[in-house]
């Protein structure tokens, strides 16, 4: 599993950083977690106030809007951002995804002081797998490298479980209350992980919940940030990189493992997403 669109930091007391309070609204691109470890803040999120203070953690998802009321001079706390999809093949080993979908109506929850421990834990651990990262490229130690790397993807993916953990024992008495238009979402978000080897088209998709193409393609928009092939394109990148990464399989074999008509179109349709051709980017990789 891929998650190098996973970005972490820390929050400190200044205005210069992501919650800097600007009598602005803006767009987030991608979802994420903040936690607040000191100080307090209020926030406007998708339309709803919060009050955050000390061990609050808030949840946010792609396309919501943020307008920061206010913050104390002394706010730290430690930021995340991430692509959905990155952490999406977890939510279902630790919740249903009807109350993931639920964060929408209780972004906000307590952590408990254990549930922090092992979060900052894992934070910490994260930033010297990274602080060795830097070093092993530096000195140009290529299979250090390669080898810490691996056990730092391990990190980010424990450490995403540990925060949708904490989420969730934080709001087990919350009542859910998801939409028609969730449901679409979350049978999408099903299907995806069922059929999107064999199943590239977004009508297929559609078909499967009985309602139009172009309803279904501006629910799941609206409530993700991202249309239906764009999820369907992303699952199946995934799947193509990671094959021509970590296996032996030929560029043939890899256009028929997923579906594709012919080694030519895979290669053309490879080369409009990522900017080069399968092999230019198995070369790539390999020189990292």
Not at 12 to 23: E, F, M, Y
Not at 87 to 104: A, G, H, M
């Amino acid at each position: 599993m891929m998650l190098d669109n996973v970005l972490y930091e820390k929050i400190i007391g200044n205005s210069q950083d992501k919650l800097a309070v600007n009598n602005q609204i803006k767009r987030l691109s991608q979802g994420g977690m903040f936690i607040c470890l000191e100080g307090e803040a209020k926030i406007v999120l998708d339309e709803s106030i919060y009050d955050l203070k000390k061990n609050n953690m808030v949840i946010y998802f792609p396309y919501s809007t943020l307008k920061v009321l206010y913050r104390s001079d002394d706010l730290k706390g430690l930021m995340m951002a991430v692509e959905i999809e990155a952490v999406q093949p977890l939510l279902s080993k630790i919740t249903d995804l009807d109350s993931v979908l639920n964060i929408r109506q209780s972004p906000v929850t307590v952590l408990t002081k254990e549930g922090l421990e092992r979060i900052s834990s894992y934070i910490r651990l994260y930033e010297k797998h990274v602080e060795l990262s830097k070093h092993y490229a530096d000195k140009q130690l290529r299979r250090y490298w390669q080898l810490n790397n691996l056990q730092l993807e391990n990190v980010k993916v424990n450490l995403i479980l540990q925060l949708l953990l904490a989420y969730s024992s934080g709001n087990e008495g919350v009542k859910n209350t998801v939409d028609r238009r969730d449901e679409i979402v979350r049978k999408f978000l099903l299907d995806l992980r069922k059929f999107y080897i064999e199943q590239h088209e977004v009508s297929f998709y559609a078909n499967q919940q009985f309602i139009s193409m172009r309803y279904f393609s501006f629910v799941i928009k609206d409530r993700t940030g991202k249309t239906p092939s764009q999820w369907i394109t992303g699952a199946l990148l995934n799947d193509a990189k990671t094959m021509l990464t970590d296996s032996n399989f030929t560029v043939k074999e890899i256009a028929e493992k997923l579906y594709f008509p012919n080694q030519s179109y895979f290669g053309k349709w490879f080369k409009t997403h990522v900017g080069m051709g399968p092999l230019e980017f198995k070369r790539m990789e390999n020189l990292k």
